[in-house]
Structures are given as C-alpha cells and as structure tokens.
Antibody
Framework: QLQLQESGPGLVKSSETLSLTCTVS??????????WSWIRQPPGEGLEWIAT???????YYTPSLKSRVTISVDTSKNQFSLKLNSLTATDTAVYYC???????????WGQGTMVTVSS | QTVVTQEPSLSVSPGGTVTFTCGLRSGSVSSSAYPSWYQQTPGQAPRPLIH???SRSSGVSDRFSGSILGNKAALTITGAQADDESEYHCVLYMGSGLWMFGGGTKLTVL
C-alpha cells in the first residue's frame, strides 16, 4: 500500500531555511486523483495545514505562511518537498506529509519528522 | 480571521457515548467543507477516522460516526473504551484549495 516518508534535518538554526522531502512509495505521485500536502504540529499544540501541491505543480498555501513557504514536486523521483525560510523558534514542530483525494480529507500520513529551530 | 472551533476537552465513562463538534467562529459547517476527523495518541501520527462528513476510513470501528449537527460537523463515539482516550482533530476545506484544522479535543475516558 502507499506510504509516505519524510526526511530532512532535525535541527536547524534560526533565520535559516528548512528543507524537507516526502518520498512516496507504493504508488505514483502523478496519480490525477490525489493532492500532496505538508502539515505541522508544534509541541503540545494542534495541527496546522501548511501547503498542498498537485502533480502538475499547482500549489496552495496557508495565508499566514505564504510569504515564507515553497512547496514543489519531482515526479521523476516520486517526491515532493517543502522549503520554509526565515525560521524562528515558533517553527519548531513535527512536520507531516500527507495525501488527500480530490474532494476529501487527508487519508494517508507519513510518520512525521521533528524539526527544532535553535538560536 | 476564520477559525475552526473544537471543545478543548471532553470526558466519557466506559461504555458511554460522546460527541465532538467542529464549527466555524463565523458561519456554518456543511458537507461541502468535507469535514474529516483524526485520532492521535502521543508520539504518533494522526489516524484518519472519518472523511467527507460521515464516511469511515478503512479499518475504523462502526462505534465511530460522523454527521452534521445543526451548524457544526460532529464525531460521535458510542460504547467508549479505554483506548479511545486520545486527542481528536477535525479539518475543514475552506475553498480555493485551503484547509484549516481545529485546535483539537482531548478525550478522557474515566
């Protein structure tokens, strides 16, 4: 079955740029029925949707982070990625990648990767 | 600013029934927001329970059901069990490709 796996640095410095990759296995990221997203959860807090991408490259961003976030897709590698710049301590969180079918919620999640922003 | 509302905490007795709600600070939730619900235990990724208001995800017990109650989406657990004690999250589709999660509800079974 389809699985998602996040990868990236666990520790990044304040003001720098975070780069995360989600590798899709057991299915194609180019499947026209699905969208691919990043979601984060600060310690002890709720979930926050960050961004979504379609395999064609169409992107959607949460307004509060739009100026600092870029989501991209590499169909040849079956991966999609997140870049978040100008990091502060408030960006410390578990970052999840997830899939959602068109017209439905997030049905498959990665295990998550903890990212700590240090000063 | 649009905010998705959830009860911060709820409690239920073993064998009892509990209902969580997912609303909007201003406005009503309808099925066109594709309300979805997730269960999360500490250190784990969210587990999908309900999508599109009332469709159970694969492998989810029929003790879990979703609906629209009044102007909110709702998740109901019947026959509560000890291992239902978790955090429950809802998410709504806000249109134009945008999604928003509620703050989550911590369920205690006691």
């Amino acid at each position: 079955q389809l699985q998602l796996q996040e990868s990236g640095p666990g520790l990044v410095k304040s003001s720098e740029t975070l780069s995360l990759t989600c590798t899709v296995s057991g299915g194609s990221i180019s499947n026209s029925n699905y969208f691919w997203s990043w979601i984060r959860q600060p310690p002890g807090e709720g979930l926050e949707w960050i961004a979504t991408i379609y395999y064609t490259g169409k992107t959607y961003y949460t307004p509060s982070l739009k100026s600092r976030v870029t989501i991209s897709v590499d169909t040849s590698k079956n991966q999609f990625s997140l870049k978040l710049n100008s990091l502060t301590a408030t960006d410390t969180a578990v970052y999840y990648c997830a899939r959602h079918p068109s017209g439905s919620g997030f049905d498959i999640w990665g295990q998550g990767t903890m990212v700590t922003v240090s000063s | 600013q649009t905010v998705v509302t959830q009860e911060p905490s709820l409690s239920v007795s073993p064998g009892g029934t509990v209902t969580f709600t997912c609303g909007l600070r201003s406005g009503s939730v309808s099925s066109s927001a594709y309300p979805s619900w997730y269960q999360q235990t500490p250190g784990q990724a969210p587990r999908p329970l309900i999508h599109n208001t009332n469709s159970r995800s694969s492998g989810v017990s029929d003790r879990f059901s979703g609906s629209i109650l009044g102007n909110k989406a709702a998740l109901t657990i019947t026959g509560a069990q000890a291992d239902d004690e978790s955090e429950y999250h809802c998410v709504l589709y806000m249109g134009s490709g945008l999604w928003m999660f509620g703050g989550g509800t911590k369920l205690t079974v006691l």
